[in-house]
């Protein structure tokens, strides 16, 4: 079946430090969507890519779709504390009735 | 407007008991997921409802987990004679197709 994996699984940065988590599928997507979770919370949508090559920014983030539609990539320039939380990504392959299919999440820790 | 509502938010319960964990999702919302998530992992995903279609039941982890969503709404997940294992944060979703997932704060469950 459908496989969504992500790494790194941890990430200590310090504060200022840029920030890369990726995400692999073992099949094509029809998109991907990014979620974020702050310690304590439930997961919270960050932002979602549907086209072949996109790259959206959120003020320091940047979020990529890769050209074949089986990876992306969220960037983080210049991280600050409050960034802290896990970064999931999720995807939606063709021939899966729509059902998402979550990475197993990067857990960024920012030192001040 | 409404978000996902869960209830109860807490649960604490013996070995061996039943347990019924209860999830409004956003009115209109054809999709609806349940994940389950230990301390510091992944979303574990465990079952997902779209419309009228026959539930995707593969991440459920024994016969003693069933979940159901009445009238394409309401969902209960059940989990009979519980076992410590079974203690996480059971989070729901809901969503339009192929659109972002909306969690609610989840119910911790601890098995005693």
């Known amino acids: 079946g459908q496989q969504v994996m992500q790494i790194p699984q941890y990430q200590h940065v310090q504060e200022g430090e840029d920030f890369t988590t990726y995400c692999n599928s073992s099949?094509?997507?029809?998109?991907i969507q990014w979620y974020k979770q702050r310690p304590g919370g439930h997961p919270v949508f960050l932002i979602q890519l549907v086209k072949s090559g996109e790259v959206k920014k959120q003020k320091r983030l940047t979020f990529q779709f890769g050209e074949a539609k089986k990876n992306s990539s969220l960037h983080i320039t210049a991280t600050q504390t409050t960034d802290v939380g896990t970064y999931f990504c999720?995807?939606?392959?063709?021939?899966?009735?729509?059902?998402?299919?979550f990475g197993q999440g990067t857990e960024l820790s920012v030192k001040p | 407007g409404a978000g996902v509502s869960q209830s109860p938010s807490n649960k604490v319960t013996e070995k061996g008991k039943d347990v019924e964990l209860r999830c409004d999702p956003i009115s209109g919302h054809t999709a609806l997921y349940w994940y389950r998530q230990s301390l510091g992992q992944g979303l574990e995903f465990l079952i997902y409802?779209?419309?009228?279609?026959?539930?995707?039941k593969s991440g459920l982890p024994s016969d003693r987990f069933s979940a159901e969503r009445t009238g394409g709404s309401v969902s209960t997940l059940t989990i009979q004679r519980t076992q410590q294992e079974d203690s996480a944060v059971y989070l729901c979703a809901s969503s339009l197709a192929f659109q972002p997932q909306h969690f609610g704060d989840g119910t911790r469950l601890s098995i005693l």
């Open positions: 409802f779209q419309g009228n279609s026959a539930p995707d």
């Open positions: 099949t094509t997507l029809s998109n």
């Open positions: 999720a995807g939606t392959s063709y021939n899966q009735g729509g059902k998402l299919i």
